[in-house]
């Protein structure tokens, strides 16, 4: 039995899953799985997983796609081991993340959650900072999503999943959100406050539906009282982010009409923000917080340093 099971759900990034495997494979001091659910790529996918040939790696195929919320169930439902660990495919974790993890839980914690950077395309670090503690994480729910990187940062026990049914697969993009509000129901989470993961910000990210946000933010504030000011603020980020500033601007008035005032200054900082997708260098590292950076930094260039040997 492992100690961990790793759920990767996939469609259609052969070439970006393959590095995120590598970065799981390269797991230091933890006896784990890794369960990849191919959600009806067409891409090769299944073909190169089945390549490794790694006896920890097992692949589970749907031939049509059904959603990622389903696909982290499917993974979950297969899993051996006593606690299950998110990673999407186009993300990247630090080799002792799940080691790290483990020894930071106690018997009451049921789930635990790490520190974030964000990278490009090519793995160079764009900005990151510390992760907010339990208490302010669990304090924040409500009002937004708190967590860094988000499903590709959870470690959850298999008994406290199983209890509270996993990712509602009706849920499209808020499903790891709503996930988090029924956890911290049942459980508190413990955090390891350095940066162990990497959110990857390109151009092939799932494109934003923000009038499907904005109809998940609706239950999600009927389920749990959640702030819908919140979403449309995230809504404008993953458009900024996007390229696309007046949809952004569009989001925030919505924020607004929520009585969200504040996001009339985010809507004109909107039309002057630069594009993140299209960052071409590497960060140059905020006086802040240095040492976050750095540290991510050096388990980042280790990952690329064994790419670069790979091919």
């Not at 990767?8 to 890794?34: A, C, K, M, W, Y």
């Amino acid at each position: 039995m492992p100690e961990v099971s790793v759920v990767i759900p996939t469609h259609n990034r052969r070439r970006l899953l393959g590095q995120t495997l590598r970065s799981v494979l390269g797991q230091r001091g933890v006896d784990f799985e890794v369960v990849v659910v191919d959600d009806g790529s067409t891409d090769g996918t299944a073909e190169a997983v089945a390549a490794l040939g790694d006896r920890r790696v097992r692949l589970l195929r749907h031939e049509h796609p059904r959603g990622v919320a389903t696909a982290r169930n499917v993974g979950a439902t297969a899993a051996h081991g006593a606690w299950v660990a998110f990673l999407d495919d186009d993300d990247l974790w630090a080799p002792d993340k799940l080691a790290r993890q483990l020894a930071t839980t106690g018997r009451e914690d049921g789930w635990v959650y790490a520190g974030a950077v964000e990278v490009d395309g090519a793995g160079r670090l764009l900005g990151g900072t510390p992760p907010p503690p339990p208490d302010a994480l669990l304090a924040g729910l409500t009002r937004h999503n708190p967590m860094p990187a988000g499903s590709s940062n959870v470690m959850v026990r298999a008994g406290l999943l199983a209890d509270t049914g996993g990712f509602d697969p009706t849920l499209r993009h808020l499903a790891d959100w709503d996930l988090w509000l029924r956890l911290a129901r049942l459980s508190r989470p413990a955090c390891v406050a350095a940066p162990l993961v990497a959110y990857r910000i390109h151009p092939g990210q799932a494109t934003m539906d923000t009038t499907g946000m904005v109809a998940e933010a609706r239950v999600l504030q009927v389920r749990h009282g959640a702030d819908p000011g919140a979403i449309h603020r995230w809504a404008a980020w993953s458009q900024l982010r996007a390229g696309r500033r007046w949809a952004a601007v569009a989001a925030y008035a919505a924020a607004v009409r929520t009585g969200d005032l504040a996001s009339v200054a985010r809507s004109a900082v909107a039309l002057l923000s630069p594009r993140p997708t299209l960052v071409r260098r590497p960060l140059r590292r905020a006086a802040a917080a240095p040492d976050w950076h750095l540290a991510a930094q050096a388990w980042l260039e280790d990952l690329a340093g064994v790419e670069r040997v790979r091919r």
